[in-house]
């Protein structure tokens, strides 16, 4: 008989427990109880369609952990987290972190829609959020949070996040103003094409007789008028915003040639109705928006994209804490303790000093505490970056936002919310947002005297030729103007950009910023964190030398296995299969189901022992199988068995040890690629390790990275970039964990890794979503190809300019000229720029570093 | 071209009418997630479908009495009651669960 598959998480089922239900009418095979009633819940809601229509399997239920939703019911705990619309209706977001496909999406919107007080329902698959409208008096909050549960939805509330709203809203902002300059622009080019059509100069070129009668000419020319003006001041406001507050602060960017050759253009053309004259440009106003709108479009979507992936609920810091108690009523508990206050879920800002919290197993710990009770090991990769568990034993302080791996505890509060580390580094985050080095753009530098130039030329040009031909200066003037439109040259970045920002994304690159690549080509500095952008940051099994086989071979007889690594390796599995510890983890991939570990005990900081096939195993260091082995006693000595100085674990049964196992966090394979490059370009490199360890230095040493700081907090690193940009260096920052967030933000240039925390990936100016290293590499030649095409596009708008605006200057170009002209050249900038991506340019790219793959 | 007096103006009114729609559009979030809903717009669709194929059957089997197509009506209560808002998958169209019924 073929292998069943379940029938909703699609996983192997272990033939011994298959549950069997009728789904349907038809019976159907299932690995578990709570997949089977998800899927009876799903059937008896008449929703069963899903299973045809999803691409996906469904996550697999969790039959050991009932969540409860009660304590969404209460009132100051969804103050936290919902936006009250009016006196009954508020808007909720739930974070689902199960949706997978699109299936998954029409099944929670057809259940939600039932439920009574649920509207406006929206499930977004991007940053697994649904939210919809809810009527207080209806149905329980709770009550409709266990209905998505029981369809196999956990689900929690989720405070959005500033960024997400204020990037969305960005988004939205510009897509407006660009659908109506789309509009108006369409509208202009159709009166347009009657205009240049019934031009009279062009009919009588051509002897055509299509010449327009003046009065419908002045129709066209009056609409266009009114549609130009409307786009103008709606769609056309941040420009000349923007340009006008950079002149105030002295520094003149890119928005001061857009906003001139928006001005010159309808300008002019109002000129010329006014005064009966044929030619206007509204069709090129209209466009010239519409494209900038455009360039600017697609880097809020990038921004709004990133901002968007963010949110998974691992990685967020709970804003509810589970309080037990308070110190100061410690001694009547003890006296009484039938007075136990009972667990009380309150928001964190609600905490105060000395109370006491109890963190479960799995759960963040929300505040920074003491701990009180309890001896367990902290995942902190959230805040520190480092992957290696941190025992936490009584007295220790567990900071908010790490991870309470193996035993509950109880903290006394410390740090209240709004000074716990976590918010710090916020702060830090923001400070260095704010202190961030901004270097001058290429085309900034052109546009400030580009502007300046176009001004002078026009006022002289305007005062010679009203002493020589009064009544001309002004149509010449206005020639010069039209001629010298800065439109290219404000063209010449967006449409690179835009072009560059495709051949990214198949890079798996998403740039949020607009100056990183012009940047990129400065650096002189990069610097890497260690843990999660260097190395992998999970830990592999590296080695595995049999010390004693015979041990092994001894013990394992009755299961009648081969005895060899995978086997021993399965064994420990088993033993480990509830941990969390990140160790743990590196055996998961080895776990056997036939092989099944009981009595299992953990002991915190040390290891873990348990029996299999009655007899007892101990996997851990070797201190602690000196202390728990009998017959390794006094005989184990780690010279003995050369494990020199790596941290070994020992496996040994209880008649002695068995093997020894080397685990590493193992570096990006990439890595070298990347850092033999950047030697090649005369870059400096740096790591800045949070881990204090001497681990960050062999890493360096294998790497051949130049600099090496270890045991960096996120302010020392700060102050390290910081340090750098006074000796006038370029830093390029590459990280992923929180703690990097500030140091992203304060470089002049910064990566993170797409496996990164959220905060770091919203701080850096690009995100590596493929994780890998040496896309970077590609991303430093493209930088190179981008600048050519930048430098060409200005220079040709530079050189159009030179030679046709002295012409205008002496009257030699007659107006029609220099309307095709404008439009011309602002086409050729166009096409310079999609010669980017032309494909032998993406293939280049691609083959030049697989041979440097090679090569290395 | 006198016509133009009026069709200019006609396409004025309906550009404005554009404009508002869109605006309405995206502030109304109708443009913040395009992914999915072009996803799962077209599994309503199949739905109906469906629903359509049901209800034919239905009525031929109520036309013909014919015992082999009242097959799908034999579920439980609950499940007769839901057929009316979506479910009721005809043997026809879903190919993986007839091919499991053949096997039971």
Not at chain 1, 355 to 376: A, F, M
Not at chain 1, 578 to 607: C, M, R, W
Not at chain 1, 679 to 688: G, K, M, R
Not at chain 1, 812 to 835: D, E, K, Q
Request: proline content about 3%.
């Amino acid at each position: 008989m073929t292998a069943l598959h379940c029938f909703h998480c699609d996983e192997l089922i272990n033939q011994v427990q298959t549950i069997e239900q009728q789904i349907h009418g038809k019976m159907q095979s299932f690995c578990c109880l709570g997949c089977a009633s998800i899927a009876g819940m799903i059937d008896s809601n008449g929703l069963v369609d899903f299973y045809d229509f999803r691409s996906q399997s469904s996550a697999k239920a969790n039959n050991e952990k009932q969540n409860s939703y009660l304590i969404y019911d209460k009132t100051n705990v969804q103050q936290q987290y919902f936006v009250a619309k009016n006196a009954k209706t508020s808007h909720i977001q739930l974070l689902v972190e199960d949706i997978r496909c699109a299936a998954c999406i029409w099944l929670i919107k057809a259940r939600l829609s039932r439920v009574v007080g649920v509207s406006k329902i929206e499930v977004d698959s991007l940053s697994k959020i649904v939210s919809f409208d809810w009527t207080a008096d209806t149905t329980l909050l709770s009550k409709i949070m266990q209905k998505l549960d029981d369809i196999g939805f956990p689900c929690t509330p989720y405070c959005i996040e500033n960024e997400i709203v204020q990037k969305n809203n960005y988004r939205n902002d510009i897509l407006k103003r660009l659908g109506v300059a789309g509009l108006g622009m369409m509208q202009t080019m159709m009166f347009a094409t009657g205009l240049y059509l019934g031009d009279s100069e062009l009919t009588n070129t051509f002897n055509t007789s299509n010449d327009l009668a003046s009065s419908d000419r002045a129709l066209l020319q009056w609409v266009s008028l009114i549609v130009t003006s409307f786009v103008l001041w709606y769609s056309a406001a941040p420009f000349y915003k923007n340009a006008y507050r950079s002149v105030l602060v002295g520094k003149i960017g890119i928005d001061m040639p857009i906003s001139l050759a928006l001005f010159i253009a309808y300008g002019s053309s109002l000129y010329n109705i006014l005064n009966n004259h044929p030619h206007v440009y509204f069709d090129t106003v209209t466009m010239f928006t519409f494209l900038i709108l455009l360039g600017r479009l697609a880097e809020a979507q990038t921004r709004n994209f990133l901002a968007r992936t963010l949110s998974s609920s691992k990685n967020k810091i709970p804003i509810l804490a589970r309080r037990v108690g308070n110190e100061g009523d410690a001694q009547s508990i003890n006296g009484n303790p039938s007075s136990l206050p009972k667990e009380d879920w309150l928001p964190i800002v609600e905490l105060a000093k000395y109370d006491t919290v109890l963190v479960k197993v799995g759960e963040t710990v929300p505040i920074d505490g003491i701990i009180i009770e309890g001896d367990t090991w902290f995942d902190q990769s959230f805040i520190t970056g480092e992957s290696n568990l941190v025992v936490g034993n009584i007295g220790t302080l567990a900071l908010a936002g790490s991870i309470n791996t193996h035993a509950p505890i109880k903290l006394r509060t410390e740090n209240l919310s709004g000074q716990r580390l976590i918010d710090q580094i916020i702060q830090f985050k923001q400070s260095g947002t704010q202190n961030k080095p901004h270097l001058e753009m290429q085309l900034d530098t052109v546009a400030k005297y580009f502007s300046l130039a176009v001004i002078l030329v026009a006022s002289f040009v305007y005062l010679g030729w009203t002493f020589y031909q009064p009544e001309k200066a002004l149509l010449v003037t206005l020639s010069v103007l039209v001629i010298s439109c800065p439109c290219a040259l404000s063209l010449a970045v967006p449409t690179a950009q835009a072009c560059t920002q495709a051949i990214l994304n198949k890079l798996g690159v998403a740039v949020a910023h607009h100056h990183f690549l012009e940047t990129l080509l400065k650096t002189t500095d990069v610097l890497f964190d260690k843990t999660g952008t260097l190395t992998e940051g999970k830990v592999t099994i590296s080695q595995v030398n049999f010390l004693h086989r015979e041990q092994f071979l001894h013990s394992g007889e009755a299961l009648n296995k081969v005895l060899d690594k995978p086997c021993l390796l399965a064994f420990i599995a088993s033993l480990e299969a509830e941990s969390e510890h990140p160790i743990a983890q590196a055996f998961l991939p080895y776990l056997d189901p036939a092989i099944k570990a009981t009595n299992i005990k953990y002991v915190v900081g040390e290891g873990v022992s348990g029996d299999i096939d009655g007899l007892r195993y101990y996997v851990g260091s070797p201190l602690f199988i000196d202390e728990n082995v009998p017959s390794a006693k006094a005989k184990f000595n780690s010279i003995d068995y050369n494990i020199g100085d790596q941290p070994h674990l020992i496996v040994a049964s209880n008649s002695g040890i068995i093997a020894s196992i080397l685990t590493q966090d193992q570096t990006r394979n990439d890595a070298h690629t990347l850092v033999n490059y950047l030697h090649d370009l005369d870059i400096q490199t740096h790591i800045l390790s949070g881990d204090p360890s001497d681990k960050s230095t062999l890493l360096a040493k294998q790497l051949g990275i130049n600099n090496v700081q270890q045991g960096m907090l996120a302010q020392n690193k700060m102050g390290y970039v910081e340090s750098l940009h006074q000796q006038g260096r370029i830093s390029l920052m590459i990280g992923d964990g929180i703690n990097d967030a500030p140091v992203l933000s304060v470089a002049h240039n910064s990566i993170a890794m797409g496996s990164g925390s959220d905060l770091s990936r919203v701080s850096a100016d690009a995100v590596l979503i493929n994780n890998q290293l040496s896309s970077l590499v590609h991303v430093f030649k493209l930088a190179k190809q981008h600048k050519a095409v930048i430098t060409s596009n200005i220079y040709w708008a530079l050189g159009y300019n030179v030679i046709t605006i002295p012409m205008a200057v002496f009257g030699f170009i007659p107006p029609y000229l220099a309307a095709i002209g404008m439009s011309l050249s602002s086409l050729v900038v166009l096409w310079n720029a999609t010669r980017l991506l032309n494909k032998n340019t993406f293939e280049k790219i691609r083959h030049e570093s697989t041979k440097q793959l090679v090569a290395n | 071209m006198t016509a133009i007096y009026l069709l200019i103006p006609i396409s004025l009114i309906i550009l404005v009418i554009a404009v508002r729609s869109f605006v309405w559009a995206v502030n109304n979030k109708q443009f913040n997630n395009l992914e999915d809903i072009s996803q799962t717009m077209l599994f309503e669709d199949t739905i109906q479908d469906r629903k359509e194929l049901l209800a034919k059957q239905e009525s031929t089997a109520k036309a013909t009495a014919n015992p082999k197509t009242q097959n799908t009506q034999v579920q439980s209560p609950s499940k007769l009651k839901l057929t009316k808002e979506s479910t009721g998958i005809p043997e026809e169209i879903n190919k993986q669960q007839s091919s499991n019924h053949d096997q039971t």
